[in-house]
């Protein structure tokens, strides 16, 4: 299970980011894999407004946000941290919401479904220094936004009034032990899931859309990932193609390694296809193997048919 902790204070040992260490803590005590990114520390361009991903499901600025996109397509949990600058969420927060656009685009514009989003969840961590009444109003609002853009359930908030100097929220009678106690009941339901490997040769096109597929109809009881035995460096685009005519969005996706894989917990089956020899099996977990060829540099009808067929044998794996 991987939880994205978004950090949005330039502040960068500022009240934000204790009480989002503090979640990410909780988080790793039940055995969750994290990350924590310093938005205020990335390269993030403000939105253009070019119309890019409007018109081609992508946004062409080269930042660190091609990165983001990955990330906030692999998490189960993203929890957006921000102090308030304005009743609203710092500006470098914001740069990375309105850049979230192109998923928002992908959705409602390009009408296809993130694999992801049936399950996904999204948390929302904020401070101010002030105790108005509306304080949260305004950041609650682009949160709820926010997540329906990138496929999150939005789960709620944990928000403090009365922080101010650099360390205060250590001061604060209860928001440490909520954070961690939060973490703890956001995270219980999604380590519950079985765990299911997936994997080819290349991790291009069966694997990827085995575990795509699993995550699409059972990601709330399993956990899907994918792996090569010899991870190519691109997924396929003849793949994609076949997946976004079923409405399954492959976008952001990338071929991994085995141990890549299983650097957040081993899973608890794996099912290899067609690499015979060539699909090292981890000992001592049960594995098995589908027989499904090799739609590499087979035309795009082959491709189509491969899809329907692991398509089926996922439906049946996860009604049984
Ligand atoms: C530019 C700026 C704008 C701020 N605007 C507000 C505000 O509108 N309301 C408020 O209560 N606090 C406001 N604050 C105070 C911060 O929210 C507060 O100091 C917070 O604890 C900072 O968290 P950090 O340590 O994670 O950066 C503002 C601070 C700055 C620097």
Redesign the pocket.
Known sequence: MFVLGLQG???IK????ILLSAFLAGAEGLGACTKRLDVARMSITPCQECGACEKMGFCPIDDDMQQIYFLLRSADLVIMAT?????GATAQMKALIDRSQALWARKYIHRLSDPGRNYRSGFLLS????K?KN?FDGVSLTARYFFDAVGAHFEGSLTY?Q????G??RQHPTALADAKEKARALVAPFLKRKKILFVCIGNTCRSQMASAFTQYYAGDRIEAESAGSYPAREINPLMVEVMEEKGIDMAFRRPKSIEEAIRCGKPDLIISMGCGEACPLLPGIPDQEWPVSDPIGRPIETMRRIRDEIEGRVRRLVTV
């Not at 500022?14 to 980011?17: A, E, H, I, L, V």
């Not at 102090?83 to 009743?87: A, E, M, S, T």
């Not at 922080?163 to 650099?166: F, K, L, R, Y």
């Open positions: 204070s330039p502040r500022g009240n934000t980011g102090p308030i600058f304005f009743y401070l101010g220094a002030t108005g304080l009034r922080v101010e100097g650099p205060e929220i």
